[in-house]
């Protein structure tokens, strides 16, 4: 065996190509690379999602980065969501031109501490969509002061992920933010995305000791007069662990409008880095790259046309997942190209032309890539998804 196949990072996966079928004369007209959303699998992750939920979806406040579409958003709405969380302007905008064309008034965290210019520009969405509610989050008394009505607060808390957030043990600071947010304190911000154990039971463990810091520190605001009315936790690798966790749902015992909200994204895609995590999630991947093979350049090697201008490359190895193809392994990708290696020596690989399915590593970023996504629903194209809210805007330079 060679260095490089000795080296091949091999996932294996159950799902098949036969799950994604797409009608010939589609297939052939379809440039690649391309990225391709499978709306019944999509509708099937979110229809999971709610029923873990316990048909709440109330409870659900899903982070946008990973679709960044309007019309894929549509799907979120179309099944009752209307809390969302958002890290970029273009999204939070995006979102709440959607609201209104639908006549709908959203509820959206931006869930990401934004200064200069930015931040001016969020505060003109919030005066602009008045019919819906717009909030931010704070990690100081200096924050809270710079952000005008009608933007609501969250203060963010740091649950030892060291990214942003105020420490969950400053118990004094945090009561003094949260009694400078006043009235327009909303509530408590808490992402646990470090917790990505490989073992699920230790993960659940060290996610509950983090809940219980949160939920004792929402008690002692309560018990100083401060009403927390929202805690939001929890992207994909530590949401099932808090649905579990029963003292979320007691805080209605303490005030009845109490409401606790996980806020995993990249579910309504699902990839393949989520299946490593947390292989009992049961959802499926919905968003594909459809490549094809362009070279054989040696023994036991093809090289598609997707490199990390077309895969979200961030994640680590290996970027992608080749369907009905388990013994190729993606190996490191340039630009425009992707080699797949087979792990021992096949008399058959595909052909120059062939076309190959990936499931991305990392749907969020490889998402952010692609101006449009081609629909697939009943196996035939039926329409382009542009991703409005990608990449950032540079409001005022044009």
């Not at 549509?74 to 905008?93: I, M, N, Q, Y």
Request: contains cysteine.
């Amino acid at each position: 065996m060679t260095t490089s196949q000795s080296t091949l990072h091999l996932v294996r996966t159950p799902w098949r190509a036969a799950d994604y079928a797409l009608d010939a004369r589609d297939l052939a007209r379809l440039p690649s690379p391309a990225l391709v959303v499978f709306l019944e699998h999509m509708r099937r992750n979110i229809d999971a999602l709610i029923a873990r939920l316990g048909g709440r979806p109330e409870r659900w406040r899903p982070h946008l980065k990973t679709t960044k579409s309007p019309r894929l958003w549509s799907e979120l709405l179309d099944r009752g969501v209307r809390a969302f969380k958002c890290a970029t302007v273009g999204e939070a905008s995006a979102l709440l031109e959607l609201g209104r064309a639908r006549g709908l008034g959203l509820d959206l965290l931006v869930a990401y501490p934004h200064h200069g210019p930015a931040a001016l520009r969020l505060v003109e969405l919030a005066q602009r969509y008045a019919e819906a509610r717009v909030a931010v989050l704070v990690e100081s008394v200096e924050d809270a002061a710079r952000w005008p009505a009608p933007l609501g607060l969250f203060v963010d808390i740091n649950p030892g992920m060291d990214r942003t957030g105020l420490s969950g043990a400053a118990h004094a600071e945090v009561l003094a933010l949260a009694r400078a947010a006043g009235e327009r304190l909303r509530g408590l911000h808490w992402y646990d995305g470090h917790h990505q154990e490989r073992d699920l039971a230790a993960r659940r463990r060290a996610a509950h000791d983090g809940y219980r810091d949160l939920v004792a520190l929402a008690l002692e605001l309560a018990r100083r007069g401060v009403r927390v009315d929202e805690i939001v936790t929890s992207g994909t690798p530590a949401f099932g662990a808090a649905l579990d966790f029963a003292p979320f749902e007691s805080l209605q015992d303490h005030w009845p409008a109490a409401v606790h909200r996980v806020s995993p994204g990249t579910v309504v895609l699902h990839d393949a880095r989520s299946e490593e995590l947390d292989p009992t999630l049961g959802l499926v991947p919905a968003a594909l790259v459809l490549t094809r093979v362009v070279s054989r350049p040696r023994h036991g090697r093809v090289t598609c046309d997707a490199g990390s201008k077309a895969l979200g490359a961030d994640a680590g190895a290996p970027i992608a997942v080749v369907l009905d193809w388990p013994r190729l392994a993606a190996g490191a990708p340039s630009e425009e190209h992707l080699p797949l290696d087979a792990q021992a020596a096949p008399d058959e690989l595909p052909a120059r032309g062939a076309p190959l399915w990936l499931v991305p590593r990392h749907v969020c970023t490889t998402v952010n890539l692609y101006d449009e996504a081609v629909l697939v629903e009943g196996g035939r194209i039926v329409g382009c998804a542009p991703i409005s809210a990608r990449g950032h805007a540079l409001w005022g330079l044009a």
